[in-house]
């Protein structure tokens, strides 16, 4: 079974820093796409940003690009989400999600393209 746990979420002012991390189950990891999505109180769930299974592709929503990097450890199947230039809008539970489909070459931003959710992790940027 699948099983992705994310962590590292927190209270913080904004203009500061996190970092995420999700550690998942399966030696399927280091064969697929990883990505980062987050959901505010009354708005639908919306990407943020995602890696291709080796590291050397990685898509960012518009409204993070150039504040956050994400990244992957492949020999320790984690992925983790650095957050930096923190501002409240950024607010909201945080969820990393996996993509089954093995060596995909294309990274998809759709909700729907995600096979396996973690339970999140709550992020608070205080102004």
């Known amino acids: 079974q699948v099983q992705l746990v994310e962590s590292g979420g927190g209270l913080v002012q904004a203009g500061g820093s996190l970092r995420l991390s999700c550690a998942t189950s399966?030696?399927?990891?280091?064969?697929?796409?990883m990505g980062w999505f987050r959901q505010a109180p009354g708005k639908e769930r919306e990407f943020v940003a995602a890696i291709n299974w080796s590291g050397e592709s990685t898509v960012y929503a518009d409204s993070v690009k150039g504040r956050f990097t994400i990244s992957r450890d492949n020999a320790k199947n984690t992925v983790y989400l650095q957050m930096s230039g923190l501002k409240p809008e950024d607010t909201a539970v945080y969820y990393c999600?996996?993509?089954?489909?093995?060596?995909?070459?294309?990274?998809?931003?759709?909700?729907?393209?995600?096979?396996?959710w973690g339970q999140g992790t709550q992020v608070t940027v205080s102004s």
């Open positions: 399966g030696r399927f990891f280091s064969t697929v796409v």
């Open positions: 999600a996996a993509d089954k489909t093995r060596l995909r070459s294309s990274i998809n931003l759709a909700t729907g393209s995600y096979d396996y």
